[in-house]
């Protein structure tokens, strides 16, 4: 489901026993639990991280726009290959100001720093923040198939390690159920593939 709320909506009006309704944030928890015991949520993970990896020099500025990139990439981009992070930095408006790479802060820079934060994010250090949830299980390997049915509703609205994690949990011989529009897809900003509902008719023969 695709949020919360109505996750607890649709568990209401199951009869199905064997049936449940998480969101895909869910689902990635619950393999980051089964791996990391006592993790706790933090919203400020990102931002830790980054201060960590770029130092006490650091200019706020530049840690906000790499822990911005950061939790982009961490939902778009979870394997990154060269230029990769820095193309997602250029489509999210993320790029260092002039002023800022006169300092050496370049958006190659910026592309090296996000990539070790992503590394120092795979550690454990007792806490996770959301981008993690649905990360985490896919860059450290952790999904498993698990449903032998997997249906899911807002589809446009995923991004690629969503997509990821969605197909990982079904079992091999299992079936995947895809509900979407492409003309609603509103999550853009947020790192949402504009190609997910095309993405997923190649990769399922659908």
């Known amino acids: 489901a695709f949020n919360k709320r109505i996750a607890e909506e649709l568990q209401a009006k199951l009869r199905n026993p064997a049936a449940e309704v998480k969101t895909l944030h869910a689902i990635g928890f619950m393999f980051v639990r089964r791996n990391w015991t006592n993790v706790r949520p933090d919203d400020t993970r990102g931002e830790r991280i980054a201060r960590a990896v770029m130092g006490d020099q650091a200019p706020d500025p530049m840690i906000r726009l790499v822990t911005q990139l950061v939790s982009k990439a961490k939902g778009m981009c979870p394997f990154p290959k060269p230029g990769q992070l820095a193309e997602i930095a250029i489509a999210h408006g993320l790029e260092p100001d002039e002023e800022w790479e006169d300092e050496g802060w370049t958006l190659e820079k910026m592309e090296r720093t996000a990539e070790r934060c992503m590394e120092r994010a795979c550690v454990k250090d007792g806490t996770i923040d959301f981008d993690d949830m649905v990360f985490l299980p896919i860059r450290n390997k952790w999904v498993r198939p698990r449903y032998d049915l997997v249906v899911i509703d807002e589809a446009q609205d995923m991004n690629p390690v969503q997509i990821m994690l969605a197909q990982?949990?079904?079992?091999?011989?299992?079936?995947?159920?895809?509900?979407?529009?492409?003309?609603?897809?509103?999550?853009?900003?947020?790192?949402?593939?504009s190609n997910s509902l095309d993405r997923l008719k190649k990769e399922l023969n659908a």
């Open 168 to 193: 990982g949990v079904c079992k091999p011989k299992g079936r995947t159920f895809v509900v979407g529009d492409d003309r609603q897809a509103i999550y853009g900003f947020r790192g949402a593939d």
